[in-house]
C-alpha cells in the first residue's frame, strides 16, 4: 500500500480563508519570482500560490491569503486578470 501526504494545494485550501485565481498568460507569468519575494515580504508565512491547472481554456494560478486587503493589493501591483473557478462535475 502507497502512503502519501496529503497535497499542499488541499492543506491551503483549508488553512487560507481567500482564495484568488488568476490567468496565466499564454506566454507565462514573468513576474512569479517578484510576486512571491513581494508576498514573503508582506505576508511571511501568511501565503501561498499554486498552478490552478486549467479553468475553461486558461491557465490560472492560485493565491491565498488570510488578508483580503493584502489579496487585493497584489491583484492591483502584479495586474493580475482574475480567473473563473473549474465547473464542478456532479
Known amino acids: 500500500m502507497v502512503r502519501r501526504s496529503t497535497p499542499a494545494k488541499t492543506i491551503d485550501e483549508q488553512t487560507f480563508a481567500i482564495r484568488t485565481l488568476f490567468r496565466i498568460p499564454e506566454l507565462g507569468f514573468s513576474r512569479l519570482n517578484e510576486m512571491h519575494q513581494w508576498l514573503r ?5 501568511a501565503h501561498a500560490i499554486h498552478s490552478h491547472g486549467l479553468t475553461g481554456i486558461n491557465q490560472c494560478g492560485a493565491l ?5 486587503e ?7 501591483l502584479f495586474e493580475l486578470k482574475l480567473a473563473a473557478p473549474p465547473k464542478q462535475t456532479p
Do not use: Q, T
Open 64 to 68: 491565498y491569503v488570510n488578508d483580503i
Open 70 to 76: 493584502i489579496a487585493m493589493e497584489c491583484i492591483k
Open 41 to 45: 515580504e508582506r505576508a511571511p508565512k
